[in-house]
């Protein structure tokens, strides 16, 4: 698939589709009921989450580790004062990281297969709300899609020890602890020092208060029932196999991925353009309707 897409704007900030980590997945637009029905979600047009100013591309991937690897320190910490489950903090450093810098996102989870991207605004919504929807509907094992993310070791499933020496800040580990082939556990590589691997993690604990229990919305951010747990820091030593909660780990258990960054420019650019088309195809039901 070609990896280039002009949009017809004065200011185009999808100039090139620079070559960058990852792939372009064949994955549908947003439905056209959906931008024929505007007025079911409450407009009748559609915004931006945040604008794309510039397109991922080798240096803002480079921002993205140097970032990464101070990301214990400054943690986004929205809601519940920084607390995550593991997934919900590799997701909100990446959204904080992307909305500071006009970078583009589509995440694509069970409960919005077409992904949710800052180019397409279904309402009077703000990033908070794109942060909770996003957060709140995706799982660990949705880090498994390669719409996300892309296995830097393609010719195995699993990381070994070799793999995870070549981790760098930024990266993520995937984990696969009840070895059914869906990870259930996600980390963020923070840096790599010979043979000692630091992480960042959150973690979900489920809230036993009976009103949690029956009632609370455990998996959303914005929810005092939120499950999420504080950051914690660990590392794996690959010289001797240990793992800094005094068990040893299973490398074959890991895999090492990175944010499929290439399909997240395609389809912020393939969102716009839907969406300026849209518009102009609107335009000229409005007119005609006034002839």
């Known amino acids: 698939m070609p990896m280039q897409c002009k949009l017809p704007e004065e200011t185009d900030p999808f100039p090139e589709l620079?070559?960058?980590?990852?792939?372009?997945?064949?994955?549908?637009?947003?439905?056209n009921s959906m931008l024929d029905n505007l007025e079911a979600y409450g407009t009748k047009d559609i915004g931006q989450i945040w604008p794309t100013t510039q397109t991922w591309s080798h240096e803002t991937a480079a921002l993205y580790r140097e970032a990464a690897a101070a990301?214990?320190?400054?943690?986004?910490g929205e809601d519940n004062q920084g607390s995550f489950s593991c997934e919900d903090f590799l997701l909100a450093f990446l959204l904080e990281f992307s909305l500071k810098h006009g970078l583009p996102v589509h995440i694509t989870n069970g409960a919005f297969p077409r992904g949710w991207n800052n180019e397409f605004n279904w309402g009077n919504h703000d990033y908070?709300?794109?942060?909770?929807?996003?957060l709140k509907t995706t799982a660990a094992s949705d880090l498994d899609r390669n719409e996300?993310?892309?296995?830097?070791?393609?010719?195995?499933?699993?990381?070994?020890?070799?793999?995870?020496?070549?981790?760098?800040?930024g990266d993520l580990f995937l984990l696969d602890q009840d070895d059914n082939g869906a990870s259930d556990h996600a980390q963020l590589v923070t840096s790599v020092e010979q043979d000692i691997i630091t992480?960042?993690?959150?973690?979900?604990?489920?809230?036993?208060?009976?009103s949690c229990t029956l009632f609370g919305?455990?998996?959303n951010p914005s929810s005092f029932c939120y499950g999420g747990q504080k950051l914690a820091e660990r590392t794996y030593q690959t010289e001797n196999g240990s793992?800094?909660?005094?068990?040893?780990?299973?490398?074959?258990?890991?895999?090492?991925?990175?944010?499929n960054f290439a399909h997240w420019n395609y389809m912020?650019?393939?969102?716009?353009?839907?969406?300026?088309?849209?518009?102009?195809?609107?335009?000229?039901?409005?007119n005609y309707a006034h002839w």
Do not use: C
Request: hydrophobic content about 40%; aromatic content about 8%; charged content about 20%.
């Open 128 to 134: 908070h709300d794109f942060r909770t929807v996003v």
């Open 148 to 169: 996300n993310a892309r296995n830097l070791f393609p010719q195995q499933d699993r990381g070994n020890i070799e793999h995870l020496r070549q981790a760098q800040p």
């Open 217 to 219: 919305d455990q998996n």
């Open 71 to 76: 990301a214990a320190a400054t943690a986004p």
């Open 268 to 286: 912020a650019a393939q969102t716009r353009q839907a969406v300026n088309e849209w518009r102009r195809a609107r335009k000229q039901r409005l």
């Open 243 to 259: 793992y800094s909660n005094g068990n040893s780990f299973i490398a074959n258990n890991i895999r090492v991925s990175f944010w």
């Open 199 to 210: 992480i960042t993690q959150g973690n979900f604990v489920r809230n036993a208060e009976l």
């Open 18 to 31: 620079m070559s960058v980590f990852g792939e372009v997945i064949d994955q549908d637009l947003l439905p």
